[in-house]
């Protein structure tokens, strides 16, 4: 039930198919000024559209201080009540003290307060039993876990509230449970189509009764533990799945940054920000290392034809970044055409181990490659990055802890097996229509030329990436020289033909003088003589291009 506000908003009707999706991931309500922050951006956007609000649990700019992570402490020390009591005191301390900084409507505090304290004080006996067994299941741990989500949205609506708009908390861990998924695979198409239709249905009723739904970002039971079925970014899949339940025209994730970047702004400092992202291309950007959007996003959203934008909490007017199916729209692709064939934005994905085993010294090197691949996939270990041949096999791995540790010890057998750790993936992501070799040797001279050493290279498992492996303390000069090399440099040669092709197209047309104007009065006009010269547009981007790839710089060698 809503509660009684404070000079309450007067919105205007709207169709109930119009409806904004917002989701706001942890720093975004991390503090009582992030939490205003986000109300007066959702107060703004009710007066064009409804809006769904769809929150992740609080956190602070260092992840591993967030609520979240603070619950997987707790969880680690099930067996210690002292340290796990004291870390579910601090979240239950912090939540109130936000409540009490912000709402100043005694009812609706008061109605929060009780909230937090009994959400918290339930996990406490929840963990306390759990302690006495000895064993946390994968349904405990997402039990557990949920409790972020739970305190972040109803801490949130009560602000809403207290600002005059009228919301409501909806709690979504018991929207779905095993009953639901009986026969159904884990992450088909069906399992999605169930999770979305069971969360817009809520939803949809919070809408009816112009409210806003401020929805937690963690959802009800699944087969399997939400954290590894779906990984920490489920607060983006389940804003995704909403959106797609309720044919949202639009998905928003706020995050502090303005949008997707050609290069993390904060390590490159040409770094540009992008207008509009493919949906591959922001998926392969995640797999690299940069936190875009959960990847099943792309699947759910993009693919139903809802359109995803990133957009910063900071500046909310800014446009952000358009994540669509495809980033050459038909509106704007004779505009773009230049830039099809240049690279997209360049990541680093840290922490990754290097394994270089020689086959050389192998008599059968073909068992030997089948043997790996096959303990990999017995060890659920899935490589970054392979190269194969019949001299060698490189694997780029970011798995850690033991899986890892058993894989290496394995592979050691082999005398002539080098492991490298504290190592980087880099990698430059691209269209899938761009020459790849041509790219790679690009990026390996530039690399080559300032000393930066190149352990593996890989172009051709994916269409729309180049990738190589350096070592972690180059890993930062190295982005800044690729994207540099690769990205910026290409842009403004890009930007400098589009001029020079723009001035052709005015010359293109030769037009006689105008005709005389006392012969016009007297109806004895004499038609104006165009003369058409072929455009030379499209034949002089092929022939930029080419010249561009045959240069000398580009067909050094790399040895």
Known sequence: ?????????????????????????????????????????????LYSTKVVAVLSAMSSHKKSEGTTSKLIQAMENINNSEIFTKILDEIQEYHISIAKEVIKKEEILNNIVDSINKECNSLKRFMSAIAVVGEISAKSKDFIISVGEKLSANLFAGILQSKGIDSEYINLEHAVSYEDFSNVPNLSDEFFQILSEKFAAPVQACLNQNKVPVVTGFFGL??????????????????????VGLKARELQIWKEVDGVFTADPRKTPKAKLLKELSASEAEELT????????????????????????????????????????????????????YENEPTAVTIKDNVTL??????????????????????????????????????VLLALTETGHKLEKFIKLVKNNEYTLVKRNMCILALITP????????????????????????????????TNVACVVSNESSIKAMQLVHDECIIES???????????????????????????????????????IK??????????????NLKRNSKRNSIEVK
Do not use: W
């Open 1 to 45: 039930m809503g509660i009684l506000l404070e000079e309450p908003l007067d919105l205007p009707e709207y169709n109930n198919s119009d409806v904004l999706v917002q989701k706001y991931g942890g720093t975004s309500v991390g503090t009582a000024k992030a939490m205003l922050n986000v109300a007066s951006i959702i107060k703004k956007s």
């Open 222 to 243: 699944i087969p399997g533990s939400l954290l590894t079925t779906i990984g920490r970014g489920y607060t983006d899949l389940c804003a995704a799945l909403i959106a």
């Open 432 to 463: 899938p229509n761009v020459d790849k070799l041509a790219l790679a040797t690009r990026m390996l001279n530039v690399l080559s030329e300032n000393n930066i050493n190149v352990e593996m290279i890989s172009h051709g498992a994916s269409n």
């Open 355 to 392: 394994i270089h085993i020689d086959l050389n010294t192998i008599s059968s090197s073909n068992r030997t490659i089948y043997s790996l691949l096959h303990q990999l996939e017995k060890d659920g270990i899935s490589p970054d990055l392979v190269s194969i041949s019949q001299q060698k």
């Open 287 to 338: 797999f690299f290392g940069s936190e875009v959007i959960h990847p099943y996003v792309m699947k759910q959203a993009v693919l139903a034809g809802i359109p995803v934008k990133i957009k910063c909490v900071f500046n909310p007017e800014d446009q952000g970044t358009l994540i669509v199916l495809n980033s050459r729209s038909e509106d704007s692709k004779s505009e773009d055409t230049i």
């Open 491 to 529: 842009l403004e040669r890009s930007d400098e033909l589009k001029k020079k092709l723009f001035e052709d197209e005015i010359t293109t047309n030769e037009i006689s003088p105008i005709p005389n104007t006392e012969k016009v009065l007297n109806n004895q006009t004499t038609e104006t003589k």
């Open 532 to 545: 058409p010269v072929k455009s030379k547009r499209f034949s002089s981007i092929r022939k930029f291009f």
